[in-house]
């Protein structure tokens, strides 16, 4: 590979980044993440080096919060948005029931450790978000499409609301009858 360019905050982010990855949300790319990391902090000026261990320094991760996503998986949903082909795959739903999706997928959200995807669901002829970890993708994608009109302006703020109720196995809502003080 040919070398990068990199300012200094491009430098960190980068190093900032592969030690994210190294934490693994996403299976498979931990060991290639500290391999690249390890090449990184060999290049790096010695004051960039400073800045990238003091986030890993001061910063905690919290293990094993979450299911992590097969790498392959990402890549081949990330693909399918890109060339803008369908998506078929087997989804099991939070109770664990198994049915198999076509979508048109559209784009791939992250929060926390937890992948989404938010598709035009062709079956339910809707706009739905599917947790990545419970895809099991279909081999060949499927025609091109070209891609619908979103009925929100910002996909996050339309995933976050679904997702945080379904983190959460109780909900609650209380009043209290007394003054703020």
Known sequence: MPPLLLDDDE????????RTAAGGSAAGIEEASVGALVKLEQVLPSRLRH?????????VAVPG???TVDGEVLTVVATAIRARE?????YSSHVGSESVRTTEPHRLVTWGRR????AWDNDREDW???RVDRMTPRTPTGPRFAPREL???DVADDVRPNVSAAIWRYSARIRVHASAE
């Open 115 to 118: 992948w989404y995807l938010v």
């Open 86 to 90: 369908r998506l078929r795959f087997g």
């Open 51 to 59: 800045r990238v261990n003091a986030m890993k320094a001061a910063g």
């Open 151 to 153: 009925p929100f302006e």
């Open 128 to 130: 739905r978000t599917f």
């Open 11 to 18: 430098a960190v982010a980068v190093g900032v980044g592969l």
């Open 65 to 67: 919060s979450g299911p």
